[in-house]
């Protein structure tokens, strides 16, 4: 994808002036991979949730655009939904909302060009980089808790790194089709995906860090929702604790980061510089007389 953005900055000003650029809408859904998707391998994804956004294209030519996007969606995973024994016992889960803001630039492949209906259809490939806002919690007790704070993983007691930024870098990619309903109106389809740089989407990277440290270092709930294989055993006990060592065991794999994805359906509005919000240069103005 970064032969689309190299394309973009490139060549756009050595292109005609803007043909057009479109106000939209999108509404589709985003999910997530990483630690506590359903299975170990790339692109298991848990659950789908509903995601909505506005977005501006500039349109270069009918080759080159670029857009300005901004998504609001939702990311889960839970250790519950995997047929996986070893991610079941583990018995983690989460949810976030997400909140994103992109740039990116577009390659129609076939041009597209709806002024005139000349070039109605094409497929494209987009990337570009994005900001992106995300706070992981867990339900416990009947209640959503938020996990960042606790640093269920060390973070913020000494001898372990400081708790995870909530403001993160992305990378957006992906491939759509748009289609000119008329000079005005352009429906599409997308699904783009996320390469962040963080491993800490689902609060889950690295290792356990054993119960009465975290006790200690970041207080009783933190050492609780950082290992919770004790709530499957029944023992008798309201909350049974299973002892770790620090550094022994996996919670996750911290060499791979995690991946979210957003797929939208998309409608835009188009306007023509320099021709009015409602006229398009292919045909005449009837309206009234000037004198």
């Known amino acids: 994808m970064r032969l689309v953005i190299i394309l973009v900055i490139a060549l756009a000003p050595f292109g005609l002036m803007a043909q057009s650029y479109e106000a939209g809408l999108t509404l589709g859904g985003s999910s997530y991979q990483g630690d506590l998707s359903p299975e170990a391998v790339n692109l298991s994804t848990g659950k789908i949730h509903p995601s909505l956004g506005l977005f501006f294209r500039y349109n270069f030519n009918k080759y080159l655009s670029a857009r300005a996007n901004f998504s609001y969606g939702k990311i889960s ?21 997400l909140v994103e803001f992109g740039i990116t630039g577009e390659l129609n492949i076939f041009g597209f060009q709806p002024k005139g209906l000349q070039g109605r259809y094409s497929p494209y490939l987009f990337g570009g980089i994005a900001v992106f806002r995300f706070n992981p919690e867990t339900e416990y007790n009947g209640e959503l808790v938020e996990l960042q704070p606790l640093g269920t ?61 975290l006790l200690n270092g970041n207080g009783e709930l933190a050492a609780i929702l950082a290992d919770r294989r004790g709530e499957l055993i029944d023992d008798g006990n309201d909350v049974p604790i299973v002892v770790a060592e620090t550094g022994v065991q996996f919670r996750g794999n911290p060499d791979e980061p995690d991946w979210y994805a957003i797929g939208n359906f998309t409608i835009s509005y188009t306007f023509y510089p320099g021709n009015g919000l409602g006229k398009s240069r292919s045909k005449k103005d009837f309206g009234c007389p000037k004198f």
Do not use: C, H, W
Not at 77 to 97: H, I, P, V, Y
């Open 77 to 97: 995973g839970d250790d519950a939904l995997s047929k996986d024994e070893s991610r079941t016992g583990r018995n983690l889960s989460f949810q976030s909302n």
């Open 153 to 213: 993983e060390g973070q913020g007691m000494e001898g372990f790194a400081d708790r995870y930024k909530l403001t993160q870098i992305a990378i957006p990619m992906g491939a759509g089709m748009k289609f000119a309903i008329s000079e005005r109106l352009t429906i599409g389809a997308e699904i783009g995906f996320r390469r962040t740089f963080t491993d800490y989407l689902d609060d889950v990277s690295g290792t356990y860090v054993a119960y009465n440290e």
